[in-house]
């Protein structure tokens, strides 16, 4: 709004969609499209669907036919009291119809998406330009993603192929509730067989803080062993194979397509981390306790 007016939202509505066409015309076979934290910059909700900017992007994919995730801002239903905004993520399908449910960022950032005590007292919502900030949502929420892919039947004829569906499962995060190692365990847990992390470092520049996010995101599919795929709006674009493999990442504050080949296990099996998470800071403590206490025992008999 700052830099563009009252135009603010046509501007990056419309560089969505010419990157998107942009990477489609590399890679028309993409099952699935995938946009940043806060990419759509008005509500994607049931009730908005008839408003300018929401019509525009139904219209969009059913021109390009594609399914797109992406990150927008949501809200209560009218009627309800208290009506809240929410850091959402939604999820259509090709032929635009909502995909639900649609998740709401869980682990808010302080002072910049709540204020700590408004709930306990509200007048601080007066003096706070963001207000009560953005509602809460339910935790570590799993979608259901449905890909369309081909199948060869051999038979007497020629072979033929046929459309059959898979369902896959996409473990969702917001920005920063990637570094909650937990959080990722419990995608972990409810079957997730790909992590999806949309994140916006623009305000933190092109120094330290963007690697940084990355290498810390990167971790959580190290460490529960699933693939993980990161859309930026700035950078760091990129995505992580199961085994580790860090896969091409976008530049810095550059316009930048790029399609990703993601292979995943249908059958997930959790790893030693995703099962003793909860517990490995009670391990980290015993063993620095015992630690401490061999070495006054070694110290005394030293002496």
Known sequence: ?????????????????NLTRQGLLQSPNADLILWPESAFPDY???????????RQFRQFIKSI??????????????????????????LFNQNAELIPPVYHKTQLLIFGEYLPLVEQLPILAKWNPGGTGFGRGPGPTVFNF????????????????ENITETIKLGLQICYESLDPLFSTALSKKQAQILVNVTNDSWFGERFEPWQHLYMTLARGLENRL????????GITTAILADGTVLEHSPIYQQWAHSFDITYQTDH???????WANWLWLAVTLFISTCL????????RRH
């Open 146 to 161: 449905t890909r369309q892919k081909q199948n060869e039947t051999l038979t007497e004829t020629p072979t033929q192929t």
């Open 227 to 234: 693939p993980l795929i990161r859309a930026t709006n700035t």
């Open 269 to 275: 099996e959790t790893t030693f981390y995703t099962r």
């Open 65 to 90: 036919q594609k399914p797109i995730l992406t990150g927008a801002y949501s809200k209560d239903a009218p009627g309800m009291i208290p009506r809240h905004d929410y850091n959402g993520i939604f």
């Open 1 to 17: 709004y700052a830099e563009k007016g009252m135009g603010y939202q046509q501007y990056i509505i419309d560089q969505f969609f």
């Open 293 to 300: 206490l061999l070495d006054i025992i070694i110290k005394k």
């Open 44 to 54: 994607l909700d049931p009730f908005a669907e008839n408003r300018k900017y929401p």
